[in-house]
């Protein structure tokens, strides 16, 4: 169980170098931010609430599917009853016939970032996607290759599996870098992304970033097995607010069932569904095992960060966290309206 005490963590492969050329703010100190990270279906956004109800902040979202617009239940997308008045960013801010990519993100999520602190706020950055947190909070630069229109035309006819093993021939640093990234071998954007630059430059070079914040990083997980029914709780349970339908209504909407499937987990095997190539029984079994896969490639992913404050979602650990927080921010707090038990405000069902 992992519970209020700093992870023992290991430096994932795909080193990140540190520039010292200042930020996004010049050679000022950084602003104060606090993120909210680790696997899916722990609450993560139930804490972020509660946190910016204390400390007077505005969230950000971190998470590669909630930025496209109608992907809902399918992606935990939190509700505006669940923001309880708390504004919050990189929501619906693509069409999901589009790719939006970590670049995009990154500025966006800045220009937002700094709109709030403008306001005297305090920027919650929360979410799962360890890509995205780097990118936003580190400052981290990536490679600047053109697109190869007719190389990405060539690999598009290439299953995900070739194209995996062709980056592995590439780029066996990269491949297993996107391997713990949460089902980064399954994105077929970013594998073909990652062939395009190793074949431009010879490998994926390393990543160089300028940290943008002075962060705190608080971590929500639980132990293996409450995972897991965690998982399963939550698949039934968007499974019978509609799911299924949401799905149905992305692909009348012009969402091709490969594009689904590009979107991986719940709107990979609902398309498969779709398609009639499983049953809803075989749905729920093979969802339910592969976000487990998924929860482990996140933990993987934070693994490389030391600075991150483990805690099992509870009450009493929320107090510990404010008292946290409270400390790094040096401010006083204000009173919550809602409370936090074991987690389960929304996540056992987002």
């Known amino acids: 169980m992992i519970c209020v005490e700093k992870a023992n963590m290991n430096t994932a492969s795909g080193k990140i170098t540190t520039q010292n050329k200042g930020s996004a703010w010049g050679q000022t100190p950084k602003p104060k931010a606090i993120v909210v ?20 902040g505005e969230i950000i979202s971190a998470d590669s599917r909630q930025v496209y617009k109608g992907l809902d239940l399918g992606s935990g997308k939190i509700t505006k009853k669940e923001m309880m008045g708390v504004p919050h960013y990189m929501l619906d801010i693509e069409n999901p016939k589009k ?30 996607t360890g890509m995205y947190i780097d990118a936003l909070v580190d400052g981290v630069v990536y490679p600047q290759v053109l697109p190869d229109k007719k190389l990405r035309k060539e690999l598009s006819t290439y299953t995900t599996e070739d194209l995996y093993k062709k980056l592995i021939a590439l780029d066996n640093n990269r491949a297993e870098q996107l391997r713990n990234d949460g089902g980064g071998e399954f994105n077929r954007v970013r594998l073909i992304r990652s062939i395009e630059i190793a074949k431009k430059l010879g490998t994926v070079p390393p990543l160089v970033k300028n940290p943008n914040f002075d962060a705190i ?10 995972m897991k029914d965690r998982i399963l709780l939550r698949i039934r349970a968007r499974m019978k607010k509609g799911m299924l339908k949401e799905a149905e209504r992305l692909h009348a909407e012009g969402i091709s069932f490969k594009r689904m499937h590009e979107f991986g987990l719940e709107y990979g095997h609902m398309a498969s569904v779709l398609e009639g190539k499983i049953t809803k029984v075989e749905f729920e079994e093979l969802l339910a095992k592969d976000i487990w896969q998924f929860v482990k490639r996140q933990r993987t992913w934070f693994k490389k960060r030391q600075e991150i404050a483990w805690f099992k979602p509870s009450t009493a650990n929320f107090k510990k966290i404010e008292s946290l927080v409270k400390r790094f921010l040096n401010v006083k707090v204000h009173s919550t309206k809602t409370k936090i038990k074991n987690g389960k405000n929304r996540s056992t069902i987002n």
Do not use: M, Q, W
């Open 99 to 128: 790719i939006y990519t970590v670049d995009k993100f990154s500025k966006s999520a800045l220009s937002r970032a700094k709109e709030i602190l403008k306001k005297n706020k305090i920027p919650i950055i929360c979410g799962g």
């Open 217 to 226: 990083f608080i971590g929500l997980d639980f132990d293996d097995k409450t």
């Open 37 to 56: 990270c680790g696997p899916t279906a722990t609450g993560k956004s139930d804490l972020a609430v509660l946190l910016a109800e204390k400390f007077n």
